[in-house]
C-alpha cells in the first residue's frame, strides 16, 4: 500500500462544476502540497499546508489530520484547470524528501 | 530570479550510454532534490543536497547513478550504462530553509529521458 492514495485517479468534468479531488495518507507528516502538473512535466505548487485549510481564487484546500486526509477543491472549473493534480507529503522525521501520490488526471471540458 | 532550470529538457540515448543532466536552482536555495517520474506514476525521490554535501539517497538511485553538487549551486545528476528502464522524467527542485518544519520546493520543468 502506498503512503499516499489519491482518489480518484481520473475525472472529467464540465466547465464550471465543482471539482473535488481527495488525498489519503498513512505516515505522521510535517505538511502535505498539492502540486499542478501541466502537460510536459512542469510541477508547480498550488498549497502547502499542515492544518486547516487555505484559498487561493478558485482553489480551496483542506487538511483534517486526525483522520490523515486532504481534500482539494475546484470552484467553477475551467478548462485551462486541467491538468494533473499531486498530492505530496513531508513525513515526520524525514530531513525534506517528498512522498507523492500518484496523482489525479483532471480534463474540463466545455 | 528565472526559477529552477534544467537541461537538457529532452535527451534521447541508446542504451548503454552515459548521459548526464544539470539543474540550476534558484539562488540562494541551498537545498536540491532529484526526483525521477515514470509514465503515469506521481514523482519518486532520489537524492537531496544541502549545499555541496548530498544527505540522502534513495535505494532506487542504484550504482550507475551518482549525483554532485560541488560548489553548492547547480548539480549534475550522471547514469552510467543507461537501460531502458532509465526511461522517465527527471526533475529537479530547490528550497530555502523557512522557519518552522515546511520547506516549500520549486520545480524545475525536468529533463525527459527516453532510452532506446
Known amino acids: 500500500k502506498n503512503e499516499v492514495e489519491q482518489s480518484p485517479q481520473n475525472l472529467t468534468a464540465q466547465e464550471g462544476e465543482f471539482i473535488t479531488i481527495n488525498c489519503s495518507y498513512s505516515?505522521?507528516?510535517?505538511?502535505l502540497h498539492w502540486l499542478q502538473q501541466h502537460p510536459g512535466g512542469g510541477i508547480v505548487s498550488l498549497f502547502m499546508l499542515s492544518s486547516g485549510k487555505k484559498k487561493h481564487g478558485r482553489l480551496i484546500a483542506t487538511i483534517n489530520i486526525q483522520e490523515k486526509h486532504s481534500s482539494l477543491h475546484i470552484t467553477a472549473s475551467h478548462p485551462r484547470d486541467s491538468a494533473v493534480y499531486i498530492c505530496?507529503?513531508?513525513?515526520?522525521?524525514?530531513?525534506?524528501?517528498?512522498?507523492f501520490g500518484t496523482g489525479t488526471r483532471l480534463q474540463v471540458t466545455l | 530570479d528565472t526559477g529552477v532550470s534544467q537541461n537538457p529538457r529532452h535527451k534521447i540515448t541508446k542504451r548503454g550510454q552515459n548521459v548526464t543532466f544539470r539543474c540550476d536552482p534558484i539562488?540562494?536555495?541551498?537545498?536540491l532534490y532529484w526526483y525521477r517520474q515514470t509514465l503515469g506514476q506521481g514523482p519518486e525521490f532520489l537524492t537531496y543536497?544541502?549545499?555541496?554535501?548530498?544527505?540522502?539517497k534513495s535505494r532506487l538511485l542504484s550504482d550507475r547513478f551518482s549525483a554532485e553538487r560541488p560548489k553548492g549551486s547547480f548539480s549534475t545528476l550522471e547514469i552510467q550504462r543507461t537501460e531502458q528502464g532509465d526511461s522517465a522524467m527527471y526533475l529537479c527542485?530547490?528550497?530555502?530553509?523557512?522557519?518552522?518544519?515546511?520547506?516549500?520546493?520549486?520545480f524545475g520543468p525536468g529533463t525527459r529521458l527516453t532510452v532506446t
Open positions: 539562488s540562494e536555495h541551498n537545498r
Open positions: 505530496a507529503v513531508r513525513s515526520t522525521g524525514t530531513a525534506s524528501k517528498l512522498t
Open positions: 543536497f544541502q549545499n555541496e554535501a548530498q544527505l540522502e
Open positions: 527542485a530547490s528550497s530555502y530553509p523557512q522557519p518552522g518544519p515546511s520547506y516549500e520546493q520549486y
Open positions: 505516515v505522521g507528516i510535517s505538511a
